[in-house]
């Protein structure tokens, strides 16, 4: 019996568990370790417009239970990436969740509309979020309005579903999200990392190279579960909960707040082996708490009428 | 490039805070190019990320490293007994390569980059190479491994205070050195740069960057290129390093 | 020499240490550990003007490096505050900074007024960030205007330097600080917890019966510190530095951040005697780190120039 | 109230997951009131908090404790070997008061609310007590300390599963144990309930609650009063507590 399965806007799941974007470059690295198509899907790296050499190194610090990243974007640009990255990809049996980030709302579109001519890409993730890059970005994620704004002319250029990945560092996110929903945003993925910073205090200097960075890892998993728990009562559209995740456990609670699917970002970094052990953890966990199926699970912490027949197996 | 958890079988403290470790497992006879690392897991969650330490040298399946406790990291490798294990993920990288046309190298190391030169000054021995090694410690009480390296070659030691050798940094032995068709270093940034400069363009450098993932996915450890290529203007030192041509990245 | 003693508004410390708000009761407990004459200050329970309960049990969960709370400001209220806990405090030669919170901006007032008149409180924090407490307090910690006008009319009837204890739980927290210290704060105190959630998964319910709760510890410090690196540059008033210290070595952090004192929290549960041994580890840091005094580490991350010399020592 | 570090002198497994601990230490000797417990810190920062413990035996410098495997914390106890050390806070809270007046005691506990009644059981015993007891269980093969306990009085076991003695709850032996001057019981909340409604008020109940500091400074552990005084309307189960007169607080 399959319990992993999990059927999202444009994503056709094997089993609710992706690598996140970021945190798996474009799977060149990880197939050295294991077949591609035993994920759900693959969240790729950022693609930009343009080539970014991103930030200076350090580009990453270690914190109690979390890491600081200021990769700042580093990509090919979406040229390469449409030629050499995501064709390598198509020999795997996995949909691909393409990450589009860039300075304006042209750059985005342009970026979107280009990367959803690539057939192995099935859903768009707009990266709305990411603290570690100057003067762009970030605003999008901290004002509604402009969120969505930026939702509407993404999907008025691409018919693939788009997520919009949604960034802690607000007030209130669930406003944010409720206006991305009323854009027109498929699904949700949240959450990015929290701002953060590390001192090095033999030279009083911060250890990142660009200052702030991310802050990612279990560190941040409460956090994450607040705000799923928040916005999934919030909006119907589902979530792709991450933060922090490093066990079987840790992807039930995060069903249970109110995400449809994880990705799992620092947690590649640990192990490499991270994705398919948890997924096979997971199928072994459900089986203990007698779960028929992963998707009953969604928003157990606060729905708890009976479960939602209709939802996909 | 396997995961493996390795028996420690022997632990050894060789000057302060350095440590020389043996491990044992089967994934060390894969471990065959000097400076190539290992990426290790210590303390389940904690800390999170793998630390990063060359492979300094391989007995068919046994492997020695020598380390410096710094932080949380290496003070819990420097707690490990005979019999626990340690999740090594290696190797990883890329290594020295051994350049035929070349007869004599000369290797310069400081601190805890002196223990990738170990293996390969080993085999460039057993190739037939002439070996010569300066090897750069702040004071005569940490130094190691100099009577090990005299096995191969030639050894040149330079300690900051001058207790020991040549007063100075590793630059300043290499004259003493003479000739040598091509060189290999690894050691702080600063001294990588300073013997860039002073050995020419002959010769391998290994960086040390902060890594995360060491596999090549998180972009944590990338270096730009001197000279980009079309494609391509940065490398990563956990993937396409530690170990770059001389010249090739910006120090 | 000491190296430790440093002046803030109304806060004459012998060292920079004092145990944070809510994680020392008024005292009573921990001075059956040691002399409370050791501390820095202690900044004492948050006061509201009538009795509070509280929040039901369980009213804490512990995360990775870090644990959730939600207290719920219970408190015996203003009147039994002065009469006996403060009191009680008299017999240590330490000063307090009282915590006040409550519903409104006339019970900020209220408990303002009432509680200068005690000998020993040589200063106000101003609570406005605690995230536990439905429909109040936290508004005024996400809003630079409410945040202003409430700093205004504390400082209006008391004439005791006043503290605003920030959320972090914002998008903008610079922008909060300058408004209030337009308004006329003295100092700063950050960071508050960060909203949190933990779901047992045995029984799909969040652990704390509150659901939400605040997080502290280790797992936050990287966002304490990233804020108060922003913070310090943007306002010249001082701030205490709180958030997962837990050694001599995060009270550098938190210095070289921005800080001028720090607050201990979470700490003292995990080690009763956690703020005498800071005390102790960090005059012996100072003297291998060569420094001479504690404020001169004050925002070295930033401030490149040579120590203030007219900083207080 | 002490914090040292106590030495682990044994480990020994009881039944499924349960562990009894013996650990010596100059503190010890201070803890001489059953219903007490230590707080003890485990693995340095991971976890972040103690763990609450009762006392379950003392014997001059030595402190035995019977815990359930349940998370972390315990599995990290359950790793401790002989010669390791435990950081252990103690004793705190208030215990189980022995009252002049009353001759027969009746104890009730179940599952890892068995171990602070050994203790009581002792000292009633000791100080010419008659002494039932009531140990609750959910089967057979989770069953401990019921032989230990016989040296002191009567001992009635359930088992939910009716596979050793009544079957059902601590309850349903309640009659057969016959008459008594005063009840002691702990263990989970419903359970105290069910005992609080069929046992009466002259009895003591310990409590267990989530705890943060351990000793009255964080307000975690807090219980409200049935019938709030003028200037308390709720007690702290770690320093008031953990054990209350029945009918003193809202369970
Ligand atoms: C390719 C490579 C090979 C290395 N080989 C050796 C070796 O053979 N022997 C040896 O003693 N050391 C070696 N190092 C350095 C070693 O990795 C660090 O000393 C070690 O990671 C410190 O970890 P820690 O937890 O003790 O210190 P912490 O300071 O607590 O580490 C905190 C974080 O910073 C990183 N970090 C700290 N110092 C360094 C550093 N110098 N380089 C890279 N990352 C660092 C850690 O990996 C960790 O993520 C090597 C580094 C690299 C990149
Ligand atoms: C006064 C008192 C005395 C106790 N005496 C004993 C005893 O003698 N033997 C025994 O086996 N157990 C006893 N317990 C329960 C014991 O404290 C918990 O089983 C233990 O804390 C679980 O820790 P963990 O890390 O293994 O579990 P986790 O579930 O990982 O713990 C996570 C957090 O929840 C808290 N927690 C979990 N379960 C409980 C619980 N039942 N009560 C209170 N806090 C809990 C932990 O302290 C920790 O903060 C007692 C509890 C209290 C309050
Ligand atoms: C090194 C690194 C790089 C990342 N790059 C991106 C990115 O390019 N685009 C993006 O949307 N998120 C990026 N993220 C955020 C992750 O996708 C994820 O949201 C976050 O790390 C939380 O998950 P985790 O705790 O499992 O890592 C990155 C994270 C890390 C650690
Ligand atoms: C149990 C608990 C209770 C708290 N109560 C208060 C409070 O009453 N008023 C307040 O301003 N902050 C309160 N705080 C927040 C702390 O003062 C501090 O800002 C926060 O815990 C971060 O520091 P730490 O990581 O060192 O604990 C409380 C924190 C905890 C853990
Ligand atoms: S460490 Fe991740 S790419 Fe090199
Ligand atoms: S646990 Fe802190 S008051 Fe009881």
């Known amino acids: 019996m399959n319990r992993l399965n999990v059927e999202l806007p444009g ?41 970014r050499r991103g930030n200076d190194t350090p580009r990453v610090a270690e914190t109690e239970s979390g890491m600081l990243n200021a990769i700042g974007l580093q990509n090919p640009g979406i040229d390469h990436i449409l030629a050499h990255e995501l064709p390598w990809l198509e020999k795997y049996d996995v949909p691909l969740l393409a990450n589009i980030a860039g300075k304006t709302k042209e750059d985005y579109v342009l970026v979107a509309e280009r990367i959803s001519d690539a057939t192995n890409v099935h859903a768009l993730e707009l990266n709305i979020s990411c603290p570690n890059v100057k003067e762009e970005g970030l605003q ?38 409720a206006a991305v929903e009323e854009a027109g945003a498929d699904g949700l ?61 840790d992807i039930i609670e995060f069903f249970m707040a109110g995400a449809s699917a994880v990705a799992v970002g620092t947690a590649n970094f640990s192990d490499p082996f991270a994705c398919p052990d948890l997924i096979k953890d997971l199928d072994r966990l459900l089986e203990e708490m007698e779960v028929s199926h992963i998707s009953e699970l969604t928003g157990r912490s606060w729905n708890k009428w009976e479960p939602n027949l209709s939802s996909s197996r | 490039m396997k995961k493996e958890n390795l028996t420690v079988i022997s632990q050894e403290n060789l000057a302060p805070r350095i440590y020389r470790m043996k491990l044992k497992g089967e994934s060390v006879r894969s471990m065959l190019t000097p400076g190539q690392f290992v990426h290790l897991k210590l303390g389940g969650r904690h800390p999170l990320l793998r630390r990063p330490i ?44 051994i350049t035929p046309s070349d007869d004599t190298a000369l290797l310069i190391g400081g601190g805890v980059g002196i223990p990738p030169l170990y293996y390969l000054a080993k085999q460039l021995y057993d190739k037939g190479k002439r070996v010569k090694i300066i090897l750069g410690f702040r004071r ?42 091509v060189f290999y270093t690894c050691g702080p940034k600063p001294m990588l740069r300073a013997v860039e400069k002073a050995a020419g363009t002959n010769g391998y450098i290994s960086l040390e960057e902060r890594m995360g993932c060491g596999v090549g996915a998180c972009l944590a450890c990338v270096c730009d290129l001197k000279e980009a290529e079309t494609d391509k203007s940065y490398v990563k030192a956990c993937k396409d390093g530690p170990v770059f041509q001389a010249g090739e990245v910006v120090l």
């Open chain 1, 189 to 249: 993925s949240m959450i990015n990392t929290l701002m953060g910073m590390k001192i090095d205090i033999r030279t009083g200097n911060p250890i990142l190279a660009n200052k702030t960075g991310g802050l990612s890892g279990p560190a941040v998993k409460p956090v994450a579960i607040r705000m799923i728990y928040e916005v999934s009562q919030r909006v119907s559209i589902p979530i792709i909960g991450m933060g922090g995740i490093y066990s079987a456990e």
């Open chain 1, 140 to 177: 999008f994620g901290s004002d509604p309005q402009m969120a969505a704004e930026l939702t509407r002319a993404v999907k008025a250029v691409s018919s693939l579903p788009v997520y919009v990945k949604l960034s802690p560092n607000v007030t209130d996110i669930a406003g944010v999200a």
């Open chain 2, 140 to 181: 005569q009480e940490e130094m190691f491994l100099t009577e090990a390296f005299s096995r191969f070659g030639e050894v040149f030691v330079t300690t900051e205070n001058g207790s020991c050798g040549t007063r100075g940094f590793v630059t300043d032995a290499i004259a003493k050195a003479g000739e040598f068709d």
């Open chain 2, 54 to 97: 060359s492979i300094c040298d391989v007995e068919e399946d046994q492997l020695s490293i020598i380390y410096r406790v710094e932080g949380q990291g290496t003070s819990m490798l420097a707690e490990k007994k005979d019999g626990d294990t340690v999740d090594a993920l290696g190797p990883l990288g890329e290594g020295f390569p």
């Open chain 1, 11 to 51: 994503l056709k799941m094997k089993n609710p568990v992706m690598p996140a974007s970021g945190c798996f470059g474009f799977g060149q690295e990880y197939a050295e370790f294991y077949d591609l198509s035993v994920l759900g899907a693959v969240a790729v790296k950022a693609a930009t417009p343009e080539t």
